[in-house]
């Protein structure tokens, strides 16, 4: 008997993990039996059953997330993912194994043991899949690539000097009809946008649908010709994007994501079109907002059932309170470039203006959960419970319960923005606002809000976002299952204008800039010093009143400081004797929030490999100030770097 194993790089992705002797499984599938087929295997739920087999709770099978399913030869079994039908499971009793008798086990095959089969993979069409080790040996042409551009003709793409089939993993692509896009070419100007791809293990899995070597000839010859189709499929895949305001600080075209320049940074409120702008794919097209409908499933409290409900935006708008919250979304990798002084990151090289603060308006999302159904049964049935949001981009986050369902949690399915409708770079028509946790958890244009005792299964959830120990530079997937995700972020404060004003005997140093921290603590003071850190000043806190724009600011007190506050110094400098060569001078601040929580003096203690939650004193170096000649009273503008 001749078995086929599961590549290892199956076991190594974000859909299993570890848990005692078990691998347990991380999405939900829906299950269906077809006799006599040769068909595509995957995952199973509990208490599957048919006439034509039993089901047992013991082992799991294994499926890979990134370059589709296993394609196995079962002589009686289709069991197949069912994308439109996720939904939460209690996974602590979700492990599945059909017969010994139908699977062909191996006699000595034991608990927490990969299965192994005894058919080869097939294709769609049943006919057997060579491996890779038996078509290294075929050449293709650009040509014969470039004729296989649809299911029909078979989804072929180029990586390098490889080419590949891989019709079968186009249905169940995380990211929907856009891997059509390099359909009979090649596949890596893509991965150069969407750079999740871009790990051993995916590369890894890519290899089990190699078919052969791309004519070196081939490769050189339609270069040009390439680049220029490619180049169109690139406009056509970010053809929804809008136009921006010149002014925003590009970091990157594609996806685009921008920061706000430090001049718009100085208000309370900051304008829509100079808000930061934070894509990880395309921005969706909404073909209709009167047809938009976001669904909601929720568990009842029995079993596993589960209810579903559709909202159309006016419905939430009219069944529902309108709330206005002023709150502060700052992305994790906010200041990462002052965190690449010291070591070097991955991610955007992000400075002070990845942060904004607005006006959002919508319906409680706790209001939406209670009246479609949502009771307190499951959440004592369950120890961890999530809100589950998914975006029509592709991209996915959670936060706990808890703070959903809160009545000071105060987050919003909100559909305006400083009394506007939410612009589409934002998440129009309906994005989430999670006020005091970091911005990747208020998920743009939602289209989906479902309950689970699991976290969302997201990439953005499960392999990024997170913090690490300064050490830990090469971050592999069982550190991040280890890790917690970020959900609220540290104290910080930032520096984001300077002027020095000239005296007889000494200058005055005038700074202003923002401070603000997470899960509502509101921020206590804010320290300055204009002599690197040996005498230090108390900063004037700016008091914008109990509204601003006639809109409620929740006080701290009650936790619900969702909104950053604004600060001003006026620092006295000495002036240095005649004979001192010595006159640069070093700002810096640090805020103190309403727990006592202060932000570091040191950036190696909190580094980390990604550059997330940077939040050491921000320090500004002012040059030799005196030798621009300065009178009396005169003042010199020094505006700190991005």
């Not at 594609?254 to 894509?279: G, W, Y």
């Not at 959900?487 to 000239?502: C, F, G, N, T, Y």
């Not at 003071?525 to 008091?543: F, Q």
Request: aromatic content about 8%; overall charge neutral.
């Amino acid at each position: 008997m001749s078995f086929v194993r599961l590549p290892s790089a199956l076991l190594r992705s974000n859909i299993f993990r570890s848990s005692n002797s078990l691998m347990k499984m991380k999405t939900p599938f829906n299950v269906r039996a077809i006799p006599n087929c040769t068909s595509k295997f995957s995952f199973a739920t509990q208490n599957f059953q048919t006439s034509q087999t039993s089901v047992r709770l013991l082992y799991v099978i294994g499926f890979a997330t990134f370059t589709g399913i296993a394609w196995m030869s079962l002589s009686r079994y289709e069991l197949q993912m069912d994308s439109s039908k996720i939904v939460p499971y209690d996974w602590k009793s979700r492990y599945l194994i059909l017969s010994d008798e139908d699977l062909n086990l191996e006699s000595d095959a034991e608990p927490g043991k990969i299965i192994v089969f005894k058919k080869k993979p097939v294709s769609r069409s049943g006919k057997s899949v060579d491996t890779h080790a038996s078509k290294t040996n075929r050449i293709y042409t650009l040509e014969e690539v470039s004729q296989h551009d649809s299911p029909e003709k078979g989804v072929w793409v180029t990586y390098r000097q490889g080419v590949y089939d891989i019709t079968s993993f186009v249905e169940v692509h995380p990211g929907g009809e856009k891997i059509m896009m390099a359909a009979g070419r090649s596949i890596e100007p893509f991965w150069l946008v969407f750079s999740i791809h871009q790990t051993p293990d995916t590369l890894e899995l890519l290899e089990q649908y190699r078919i052969g070597d791309l004519a070196p000839r081939a490769r050189d010859a339609g270069q040009t010709d390439e680049k220029s189709k490619l180049e169109k499929s690139l406009q056509q895949l970010f053809a929804n994007d809008p136009t921006r305001d010149p002014k925003l600080i590009v970091l990157s075209e594609r996806p685009f994501n921008a920061e706000t320049p430090t001049d718009e940074l100085k208000d309370f409120i900051t304008t829509n079109s100079h808000f930061f702008v934070r894509n990880h794919l395309p921005v969706p097209k909404i073909d209709d907002v009167e047809k938009f409908r976001i669904v909601l499933s929720i568990p009842t409290g029995n079993s596993d059932a589960v209810k579903s409900t559709e909202l159309s935006l006016n419905e939430l708008k009219s069944d529902f309170k309108k709330y206005d919250i002023v709150a502060t979304l700052q992305c994790a990798g906010n200041r990462r470039t002052h965190m690449n002084e010291i070591k070097p990151t991955n991610g955007l090289q992000w400075g002070v203006g990845a942060i904004g603060n607005a006006v959002w308006s919508g319906a409680l999302l706790r209001d939406v959960l209670l009246k479609a159904g949502y009771t307190e049964q499951y959440s004592k049935e369950n120890r961890e419970v999530h809100v589950v949001f998914d975006g029509a981009d592709g991209y996915g986050a959670s936060i706990p319960l808890h703070k959903a369902l809160s009545t000071h949690g105060d987050v919003l399915l909100a559909y305006e923005m400083n009394g506007q409708p939410i612009p589409l770079d934002h998440g129009s028509p309906l994005r989430v606002i999670v006020p005091g946790h970091v911005a990747a958890r208020s998920v743009k244009w939602v289209k989906k809000i479902s309950i689970s005792n699991e976290e969302s299964f997201s990439h953005w959830q499960r392999r990024d976002y997170k913090g690490f120990n300064p050490s830990k530079e090469v971050i592999r997937d069982e550190d991040y299952d280890a890790a917690k995700s970020i959900q609220e972020m540290p104290v910080q404060s930032v520096i984001l204008d300077a002027r020095i004003k000239a005296g007889v005997d000494t200058d005055l140093l005038e700074v202003e800039g923002y401070a603000w921290s997470a899960g509502g603590r509101g921020v206590n003071r804010v320290d300055v010093s204009g002599n690197g850190g040996k005498t230090w000043i108390e900063a004037d806190l700016k008091n914008f009143g109990d509204q601003i724009n006639g809109t409620a600011i929740v006080d701290s007190m009650d936790g619900r400081r969702w909104a950053w506050t604004r600060w001003s110094a006026q620092v006295p400098i000495r002036k240095e004797a005649e004979n001192s060569s010595d006159h640069d001078l070093e700002v810096i601040c640090k805020a103190v929030d309403s727990s006592y929580n202060v932000q570091p003096e040191s950036i190696i203690g909190i580094y980390n490999s990604r550059g997330f939650l940077m939040n050491g004193w921000h320090r500004l170096k002012i040059s030799d100030h005196r030798k621009k000649g300065l009178k009396k009273d005169e003042e010199t503008r020094v505006t700190p770097p991005q």
